[in-house]
């Protein structure tokens, strides 16, 4: 049986905060405003997975009402779900993700969030896609106010 879901993140971008992505701490001037660490990439990861399986989303199991989870790893949650996921008897068959940012450039660190998310996930960097895009100076990704980022999973049972 197989199952899929779509994800969907967005965070504001602030002076102050650290830029992670897919785990990698990526230099900038501004970064993203959340609870946890607001890694944007890594929650519509985390809520594609969530969705196929009907589990509910990330703002359920972790809320931002909870204080346990202020300034959270979003890698540490991720190993989460994935437990939770593997405990229903499901797997990942392969998960793509968008970024959508105007800056910084991510092509150099892609790969290294590639694998980051392949090892929290138990999977082979060969199931994980990420990529980035722009939107060409248009709307508030494009007006440097935010990130945003999409994912689709596929989910299989073990």
């Known amino acids: ?7 969907y993140d967005v965070h504001k971008l602030v002076e102050g905060r650290k830029l992670i992505l897919g785990g990698v701490e990526i230099p ?18 985390m809520d ?5 399986l009907a589990m509910g989303d990330i ?20 190993a989460e779900v994935c437990r939770r996921i593997r405990a229903e ?7 793509d993700a968008t970024v959508i940012a105007q800056a910084p450039k991510l092509a150099p660190h ?3 969030m590639r694998e980051n998310i392949a090892k929290v996930c138990g ?3 060969s199931q994980i896609s990420v990529k980035a ?9 494009g007006e440097k106010l935010g990130m945003s980022a999409h994912a689709v999973a596929l989910m299989y049972r073990a």
């Open 133 to 141: 895009t722009t939107e060409e100076h248009l709307g508030f990704t």
């Open 48 to 52: 594609a997975m969530l969705g196929a």
């Open 110 to 112: 892609i790969m290294t």
């Open 59 to 78: 703002g359920h199991l972790f809320p931002d009402t909870d204080n346990s989870f202020k300034g959270a790893d979003s890698m540490k949650l991720m």
């Open 123 to 125: 999977c082979d960097v």
């Open 89 to 95: 008897g499901w797997e990942i068959g392969n998960i």
């Open 28 to 45: 900038h001037v501004t970064g993203l405003l959340g609870h946890s660490d607001a890694d944007v990439l890594v929650h519509a990861i």
């Open 1 to 7: 049986m197989f199952r899929i879901g779509h994800g």
